[in-house]
């Protein structure tokens, strides 16, 4: 015997026909059991109304978490890793491609300046070129006003890169 699963759809039209009371029962039993869907819907209620500040927050929180990251090639790269997954989390939260293009290049910024220039470890080198192809893809995405104005940001990051990092090649990621 297997449990019936059921489309968007579906759900979407018996959570129109229930009252309100019912609705707010179901939302508090399903944040339970999940921490991200609580995370999501504290966000929804009392975060996304004013998603720049928001927005200043995470940055503010993954400058933070910057700062900490230790010496050692791989615990640094754990820590990317873990500010990585708090951004990612965030960003899909946010469901805004400006949102996600801001957030990056202020990952890669802050890359910049906290991980050690001369590091060979090559999951670390990896985390920051993963990162500026994921901006380049986004950006491709915005509508051309958008893009005009986070692309004088990405190409001065990809400038810096360049001039601080003897591994990175500034011509593999030009626009």
């Known amino acids: 015997m297997s449990i019936t ?15 309100a009371e019912q609705l707010a029962e179901l939302c508090l039993r399903l944040i339970r059991y999940k921490k991200e869907n609580k995370e999501l819907l504290a966000y929804l209620l009392f975060e996304s109304h004013n998603e720049q500040d ?15 990251l230790p010496v050692q090639p791989y615990f640094a790269a754990k820590g990317l890793r873990k500010i990585l ?37 090559k999951p670390i080198r990896l985390i920051l070129t993963r990162q500026i192809d994921k901006i380049k893809g986004v950006l491709s995405k915005l509508h051309e006003d958008l893009q005009y104005d986070y692309i004088n940001d990405y190409e001065q990051m ?12 500034k011509k593999s990621y030009e626009l």
Do not use: R
Not at 95 to 117: D, H, P, R, S
């Open 158 to 169: 990809i400038a810096d890169a360049d001039g601080k990092y003897a591994w990175f090649s």
């Open 54 to 68: 928001f927005i200043e927050s995470v940055k503010a929180e993954a400058g933070f978490m910057f700062s900490q």
């Open 85 to 121: 997954k708090m951004l990612t989390k965030y960003i899909k939260f946010i469901g805004n491609k400006t949102a996600e293009v801001e957030l990056l290049i202020n990952f890669c910024q802050n890359y910049m300046q906290y991980v050690v220039k001369q590091t060979s470890h």
């Open 5 to 19: 699963t059921y489309g968007l759809q579906q759900i979407k039209k018996e959570l129109q026909h229930l009252p």
